[in-house]
């Protein structure tokens, strides 16, 4: 009987017919009603010093009081929510985090003075931040667990003080040094696991809190998958180039996360009998691999536990499996995945989403629905729980999305990335706007010295570094790339942007799109055709954490935002780069951009990669074999770490301290190039322009200080 055929069927759905109105109509209600309320929410915390403190003898030897902030467009509750607005972030559990403490004392890991010694930011305990964590650090829930997870702010909010002040600035770089907290946090985790007092203490604190801990032998359980799970992240991202504080070379750790979660068992075994098997007979028999892959129960993806079972077996000195020494794994681990070697400054937030292009070498674009690609992007990089998995054919948007429409399997994309929230986070930054000069804390500007500098900016900087205003809503800032061999700058993240490669996993032979036309994906092949599936698989999953219902409501609205809300339109790349290509389809990403220097009198180090401390030294060249010794310089090596700030020259602090000691002689370090005023230029147009002379680079610093 096909009822909606016969009478009875049609006079029904006239009857009802109504509710096909209501229903749709309700269910938008309650959505902008579900909106309304969160807007509130958002506006609950409204502490004026906005959960900033002082601190007494910090890192270095530091002491600062409660730190002011400059007018930039937000209100102390606009602060407070960017600080504490979670994206999907999960680095260990929230307890954890909470009750570890530091590895060789009994003072909590957290403590202020341990945070500040990393320079992270240390902040009261606030309405949205009850347990008083620092700046960009927040607590966040996937699957019913709460997680210690990063936000934004983390890394994009800056500090300086001078003379006994300190200045809070949301969106500037931040000088934390990311790479050793993630190496004092595993110490830390791996000393409560061996030292009896200690963990018995973590034990009961954890325990206490009574949250997702119920039983000591759990607490012990995800103590010994945690540590492990933190250590195999910084094995994997181990890098001759010490990042030090204020940089991170965060593609390359997102690229490695990628690799990690899109690697199939059948790539695994082929890595492991060609990588184990030197001359003479192989390490590794066929059948000893297969017993190790065992674990991953027939999954043609491997997750994080399922990996560390692979790691903790190749470990293992069990009967049938392989004693490997740490050279053999990290012989793996070489094979697996590339060194991100290629560190870069925390990029400034003002501007951003007014930007056509973004990241250093404009590799993201940011028209349409881009913003939330780079975004989705960056929570992978900062510890997303990917639980990606296959799943039998069948229609699937992620897998469109993603160019496995014809594969046998598709990866879902499930994961505890907040689509909506980056889209309100995106939608927040638009109002931030760069600080200006404090002339009463930081001094004066030479009003007559800075007219003489500005005419000086327009000959050798503005037809890279354009002058825009700062707080206009609709301006648009247009990125201006310059090719590496133009720039002159250190290649090394343009480079591994575009050369690092890695196994494809399910996205064998798959198509994808890129600037020059649609590629198929081999099994060997660059990181950036990976990522750029992956995160297109990810915006096209809606959120695990919400009920059926709300997480498509809140799918399609996140991406009816992201796409009409958004006023960068596609556009051609401006500047002097070398166009991509059939052959060379990433060819346009070697190449660094410019940006509007509004606000670059706090974004200190400069140049992409940090490795000349102030804007005076900028204005100088590299020293050269053959030049002579009583010439002026960029330094080749400076301390980083303080924040101190040197208003004359326009940067910190360099030496007198104990912090990262930055020699800029190593590949990923070189000050070499961006020399436009430090030796003769030829411009565009043909002229020649002479260097700058010593008083024309006070004038040209003095000048930098007003934009």
């Known amino acids: 009987m096909h009822f909606p055929l016969t009478r009875l069927g049609f006079a029904a759905l006239k009857r009802h017919r109504h509710w096909l109105v209501i229903i749709p109509l309700a269910l938008v209600a309650l959505m902008f009603v579900a909106l309304a309320i969160g807007k509130l929410y958002q506006s609950w915390d409204r502490d004026p010093e906005r959960g900033a403190i002082g601190v007494e003898n910090g890192g270095y030897g530091e002491s600062f009081p409660t730190p002011v902030y400059l007018d930039q467009g937000w209100s102390a ?97 931040a000088m934390a040094d990311m790479d050793a907290f993630l190496h004092g946090l595993e110490r830390a985790m791996k000393t409560t696991l061996t030292e009896s007092d200690k963990r018995a203490r973590f034990i009961d604190a954890v325990l206490a809190r009574r949250n997702d801990y119920r039983h000591a032998d759990d607490v012990i359980e995800d103590l010994e998958y945690w540590s492990q799970h933190i250590a195999l992240y910084n094995t994997i991202n181990h890098s001759n180039v010490n990042y030090g504080h204020g940089r991170l070379d965060a593609f390359g750790r997102i690229y490695n996360r990628v690799l990690q979660h899109v690697l199939n068992t059948d790539q695994l075994r082929s890595v492991l009998l060609s990588v184990l098997s030197p001359v003479g007979e192989p390490i590794l028999s ?62 400034v937030l003002w501007d951003i989403t007014h930007t056509d292009y973004v990241q250093w070498n404009g590799l993201a674009g940011n028209a349409n629905m881009g913003a939330l690609g780079r975004n989705t992007g960056e929570v992978l990089g900062v510890f997303a729980q990917l639980d990606f998995e296959p799943r039998p054919p069948g229609f699937s948007l992620s897998g469109r999305a993603s160019g496995q429409r014809k594969q046998q399997d598709r990866i879902a994309f499930t994961s505890s990335v907040k689509l909506t929230n980056l ?57 201006k790339m310059t090719a590496l061999e133009h720039i002159g700058t250190d290649p090394a993240a343009a480079e591994n942007s575009v050369r690092h490669t890695g196994k494809s996993g399910n996205f064998k032979y798959t198509y994808q799109r890129t600037s020059a036309g649609v590629v198929v994906m081999e099994e060997n092949a660059p990181v950036v055709q990976i990522l750029t599936a992956v995160t297109s698989g990810v915006v096209a999953t809606p959120e695990a954490d919400k009920n059926f219902i709300r997480r498509r409501l809140d799918w399609l609205y996140t991406l009816a935002l992201s796409l009409f809300e958004n006023e960068v339109k596609p556009s051609v790349k401006a500047g002097h780069y070398n166009p991509d290509t059939s052959a060379e389809p990433y060819a346009s990403l070697l190449a660094y951009k410019a940006r509007p220097l509004n606000g670059t009198w706090a974004a200190a180090p400069y140049l992409h990669n940090g490795s000349v401390p102030t804007l005076y030294d900028l204005l100088l060249p590299e020293r050269r074999d053959g030049d002579p010794d009583n010439g002026k310089y960029r330094p080749d090596e400076f301390m980083v770490g303080s924040r101190e700030f040197d208003p004359v020259r326009v940067g910190f602090r360099t030496e007198g301290y104990d912090g990262t000691l930055r020699r800029t002689h190593q590949r990923g370090n070189w000050n070499s190039g961006h020399d436009y005023g430090a030796v003769p230029t030829t411009t565009p147009d043909g002229r020649t322009l002479a260097p700058l002379t010593e008083q024309q680079r006070w004038e040209l610093v003095e000048f930098l200080k007003t934009l």
């Open 423 to 479: 889209e309100r986070l995106e939608a927040h930054l638009r109002k931030l706007t760069s600080p200006q000069w404090p002339e009463d804390i930081l001094g004066p500007i030479d009003r007559d010295k800075a007219a003489r500098g500005a005419r000086l900016y327009a000959q050798h900087c503005q037809s890279c570094h354009e002058l825009i205003e700062r707080d206009a809503w609709d301006r648009l800032v247009i990125s």
């Open 286 to 347: 066929e059948a000893q691999v297969d017993n190790v892959l065992a674990g991953i129960d027939g999954s043609t993806i491997i997750r994080d536990r399922e990996f560390l079972t692979i790691h903790d077996r190749l470990l293992s000195s069990a009967p049938g499996y392989p004693n490997l020494n740490q050279r053999d794994m990290l012989r793996i681990r070489n094979a697996l995945f590339n060194t991100p070697n290629a560190p870069v400054a925390y990029p």
């Open 77 to 173: 509750n606009d602060s407070l929510w960017f600080y504490n607005t979670t994206q999907g972030s999960g680095l260990l559990p929230y307890d954890f985090f909470i009750a570890l403490e530091q590895a060789d004392n009994e003072t909590l890991f957290r403590s202020d003075a341990n945070i500040d010694r990393y320079r992270y930011l240390p902040q009261k305990p606030t309405f949205f931040n009850p347990d008083g964590l620092p700046v960009g650090f927040v607590k966040d829930t996937h699957r019913g667990r709460d997680y210690m997870g990063f936000t934004c702010a983390a890394c994009h909010t800056g500090q300086i003080n001078y003379q006994g002040q300190a200045i809070r600035i949301d969106g500037a770089p």
